[in-house]
């Protein structure tokens, strides 16, 4: 080979290892700078199927830009080109292109919470995921029996059956989902509670042990009063007394209930009147939470078969109705002092 050839050969290698060095540094450097954002926090939407080359352009369409080009070809030297998927996406500060491939890779999607309270009614919660800006909506215009059917719940009605828990999930998830895992996680805690429960406990189904938990639930002004009010009303229970919770009433009377409730209220008979009918109603009255489980379960022993509110938020428990008049009289009856 001809010495003009053979230098001119050197150089062309030289300078293939060069650009090869070159490019090298350059996607090293590129892998490890943050990606230039319009605004923090930035949000921007993977949708189904969108491969990799769409991926990019999205992010720099949403205010990320990554430089599409130089993004794609960082992901298939790394051999994730194929590996993006979908979801919504947040970046809350400063992203460099390779945690941001590894994030979308990941499926490391924007995180929103929703707070199922105890004590809130079944219309209560589903206001609440109606209301949500962070989900999907495919509940909307399905009654109660369609809910639970898609759920594959045994039960009827579906008070009651929601674990209150705070719920992270994707944004845009289905409210459906959400209901689901509150629904599964319900029925997970219910057993495992009905297997610790009291052997004297009188209850012939967990079912029953959950209506009298969202007795608790509503009853219960102090939470360290939970196992003392679970055991009055159980001790009614054995011995086939009203249980007389006001809660019950006003859960049957719903829409109806103005937030006075009148002596007419206590008296008229209906299903949910645990002053008229003994025992328990027929479904739960609200989401019970999981003390209030635990105390329906195992409560408190005691003799006393009467409670009375002191007005701060504690009870005056009493065994006889004679000790109770008395307890009503002093914290009820007596008019307040003026300050």
């Not at 993977?46 to 369409?61: C, M, N, S």
């Not at 939470?289 to 509110?309: C, D, E, H, I, N």
């Not at 428990?317 to 009503?328: I, K, P, Q, T």
């Amino acid at each position: 080979m001809p010495v003009f050839l053979r230098s001119r050969l050197r150089r062309a290698l030289a300078l293939a290892v060069l650009a090869v060095l070159f490019s090298a540094g350059y996607m090293a450097w590129y892998a490890n700078t943050p990606v230039a954002v319009a605004a923090y926090p930035a949000e921007f939407e993977i949708p189904q199927g969108a491969g990799l080359r769409v991926a990019a352009r999205l992010l720099a369409e949403s205010g990320v830009d990554v430089r599409p080009r130089h993004f794609e070809l960082l992901a298939r030297a790394t051999g994730r080109a194929a590996a993006i998927k979908a979801g919504n996406y947040e970046l809350t500060g400063p992203t460099t292109a390779a945690e941001l491939l590894d994030k979308l890779t990941r499926g490391a999607v924007a995180q929103a919470e929703i707070r199922i309270i105890e004590g809130w009614t079944f219309a209560q919660l589903r206001a609440e995921l109606d209301g949500s800006g962070l989900l999907r909506h495919e509940t909307t215009g399905l009654s109660d029996a369609d809910l639970l059917q898609r759920l594959g719940a045994s039960e009827r009605h579906p008070e009651g059956l929601f674990f209150p828990d705070t719920y992270l999930f994707a944004r845009q998830s289905s409210d459906f989902a959400v209901l689901r895992r509150a629904y599964h996680a319900m029925q997970r805690h219910l057993a495992q509670e009905w297997a610790a429960r009291a052997p004297d406990a009188p209850y012939k189904t967990p079912y029953e042990a959950l209506v009298m938990a969202s007795i608790v639930e509503k009853e219960t002004g102090r939470a360290s009063e939970r196992g003392q009010i679970a055991g009055v009303l159980v001790n009614r229970l054995r011995i086939g007394m009203a249980l007389q919770v006001d809660p019950t009433v006003i859960y049957g009377l719903g829409s109806s209930f103005d937030g006075n409730l009148k002596r007419v209220h206590l008296t008229t008979d209906g299903p949910y009147n645990t002053y008229t009918r003994p025992g328990l109603p027929p479904t739960p009255i609200a989401l019970p939470g999981l003390a209030s489980l635990r105390a329906a379960m195992q409560p408190a022993k005691t003799r006393a078969l009467y409670y009375v509110s002191r007005g701060d938020g504690t009870s005056e428990f009493s065994r006889s109705l004679e000790e109770h008049n008395r307890a009503v009289s002093r914290y009820q009856l007596q008019p307040r002092k003026k300050k």
